[in-house]
């Protein structure tokens, strides 16, 4: 078991660490990311193997190097992981993998204290937590009373249509991972129904290059709809994630996808809908949402009853020297994305930089490892 004193730690390295990562270099600070994947970039390669990225290339670059897929092209997700093990690469950011976080507490003095899962462990003077926004699926309670007979996956979890078992398909949520697994789904030839509320969708074909520069203003804009503002707020309280960006209602049609009302029930171990059918599946697949994994923060007055941080633009309310980037709407609409999150990096990166840090332990140095 080893211990080692850092300045800043920085949980998670994808895009949202390896930004912060870059910055604390860039204003000289002393940091080392902690990811639990055995490669940089491996939270993009485990996303299922059609993912291809709604946010152009040129929006959804790290930056100093650009994503260089094609300017009118959509990364796929192996791309995006490639991309952001490059990028950790090009720029020197260090990165401690195979190095899951099983806790976080803070000592008397002030300072983070790291528990490993191997056993190491690491003391810190600030903590930025970029461990991602869509870790855990969000599951209906009912769930639970389906039919043991039929296949249960979440988008979280689905990586390819051969987790779907023989026959009809539900796909339970129309955001654009539900549609994109629906489509799926169809082309495998499975008879499919998606349930749940259109959230409306990007009028232009994104693949298409005027559809592709006008999907990216379109998603530029929403980094200006921000909590600072009356309609900011609003949309972040009633935030039901974005719209559909490459996916169409055309498109499900013509695959042949029945559409029906949302799924509020499970009845003789079936899935029901709003109004009142049931829909008999051989697999449901649950596009219900995710939150983030943040359990093993034991630090009282973090985190809320449901688990979410509470923060200010990502600076933990009630605990100096702590802070988050990454979350869903942490200052404007585009936060959680890859467009998006370089802003609240920028700003939690300058906030931190002005927290004064606790005592040093006599005897030990920053980046020392001391047993």
Same mark, same amino acid.
């Given at each position: 078991m080893t211990e080692t004193v850092l300045d800043t730690a920085v949980i998670g390295a994808g895009a949202a660490g390896l930004h912060v990562g870059r910055l604390l270099m860039d204003r000289g600070m002393s940091a080392e990311l902690f990811d639990a994947h055995p490669r940089v970039g491996d939270s993009w390669r485990e996303r299922y193997r059609s993912l291809r990225i709604f946010s152009p290339s040129r929006v959804s670059s790290l930056p100093g190097l650009p994503l260089d897929v094609g300017f009118f092209r959509f990364p796929t997700a192996q791309q995006m992981g490639d991309y952001l093990e490059r990028y950790a690469t090009r720029f020197g950011i260090v990165v401690r993998t195979d190095a899951a976080v099983a806790g976080l507490t803070r000592d008397d003095s002030g300072r983070f204290r790291l528990d490993l899962a191997n056993g190491d462990a690491v003391l810190a003077h600030r903590v930025v937590?970029?461990?991602?926004?869509?870790?855990?699926?969000? =599951?209906?309670?009912?769930?639970?009373?389906?039919?043991? &007979? *039929?296949?249960?996956?979440?988008?979280?979890?689905?990586?390819?249509?051969?987790?779907?078992?023989?026959?009809?398909?539900?796909?339970?949520?129309? &955001?654009?991972?539900?549609?994109?697994?629906?489509?799926?789904?169809?082309?495998?030839?499975?008879?499919?129904?998606?349930?749940?509320?259109?959230?409306?969708?990007?009028?232009?074909?994104?693949?298409?290059?005027?559809?592709?520069?006008?999907?990216? *203003?379109?998603?530029?804009?929403?980094?200006?709809?921000?909590?600072?503002?009356?309609?900011?707020?609003?949309?972040?309280?009633?935030?039901?994630? *974005?719209? =559909?960006?490459?996916?169409? =209602?055309?498109?499900?049609?013509?695959?042949? *996808?029945?559409?029906?009302?949302?799924?509020?029930?499970?009845?003789?171990?079936?899935?029901?809908?709003?109004?009142?059918a049931a829909i008999d599946a051989a697999t449901v697949v649950w596009a219900t949402g995710s939150r983030p994994d943040l359990g093993w923060i034991r630090i009282d007055g973090v985190l809320d009853a449901e688990g979410e941080p509470l923060h200010d633009r990502g600076m933990a309310r009630r605990c100096a020297g702590l802070a988050f980037v990454g979350l869903d709407f942490q200052h404007s609409a585009a936060s959680g994305a890859l467009f998006g999150m370089g802003a609240d990096a920028e700003y939690v990166v300058d906030a931190l930089c002005s927290v004064e840090r606790p005592a040093e332990r006599p005897g030990t140095r920053v980046g020392e490892a001391v047993i």
């Amino acid at each position: 078991m080893t211990e080692t004193v850092l300045d800043t730690a920085v949980i998670g390295a994808g895009a949202a660490g390896l930004h912060v990562g870059r910055l604390l270099m860039d204003r000289g600070m002393s940091a080392e990311l902690f990811d639990a994947h055995p490669r940089v970039g491996d939270s993009w390669r485990e996303r299922y193997r059609s993912l291809r990225i709604f946010s152009p290339s040129r929006v959804s670059s790290l930056p100093g190097l650009p994503l260089d897929v094609g300017f009118f092209r959509f990364p796929t997700a192996q791309q995006m992981g490639d991309y952001l093990e490059r990028y950790a690469t090009r720029f020197g950011i260090v990165v401690r993998t195979d190095a899951a976080v099983a806790g976080l507490t803070r000592d008397d003095s002030g300072r983070f204290r790291l528990d490993l899962a191997n056993g190491d462990a690491v003391l810190a003077h600030r903590v930025v937590v970029a461990a991602g926004a869509h870790r855990t699926p969000k =599951l209906p309670e009912f769930a639970r009373d389906l039919d043991p &007979g *039929i296949t249960q996956v979440t988008s979280i979890d689905y990586r390819g249509p051969e987790q779907l078992a023989p026959g009809d398909v539900l796909v339970v949520g129309a &955001g654009n991972s539900g549609t994109d697994i629906a489509l799926e789904a169809a082309r495998n030839g499975h008879r499919v129904t998606i349930a749940g509320r259109h959230p409306g969708q990007v009028p232009v074909d994104v693949d298409t290059p005027i559809g592709n520069i006008l999907s990216g *203003i379109f998603l530029s804009r929403l980094r200006h709809l921000t909590i600072d503002t009356e309609k900011g707020r609003a949309a972040k309280e009633t935030h039901r994630g *974005i719209m =559909l960006i490459r996916n169409k =209602l055309a498109d499900l049609d013509r695959a042949g *996808i029945t559409r029906v009302a949302r799924i509020e029930s499970v009845v003789d171990g079936l899935p029901v809908t709003a109004d009142g059918a049931a829909i008999d599946a051989a697999t449901v697949v649950w596009a219900t949402g995710s939150r983030p994994d943040l359990g093993w923060i034991r630090i009282d007055g973090v985190l809320d009853a449901e688990g979410e941080p509470l923060h200010d633009r990502g600076m933990a309310r009630r605990c100096a020297g702590l802070a988050f980037v990454g979350l869903d709407f942490q200052h404007s609409a585009a936060s959680g994305a890859l467009f998006g999150m370089g802003a609240d990096a920028e700003y939690v990166v300058d906030a931190l930089c002005s927290v004064e840090r606790p005592a040093e332990r006599p005897g030990t140095r920053v980046g020392e490892a001391v047993i």
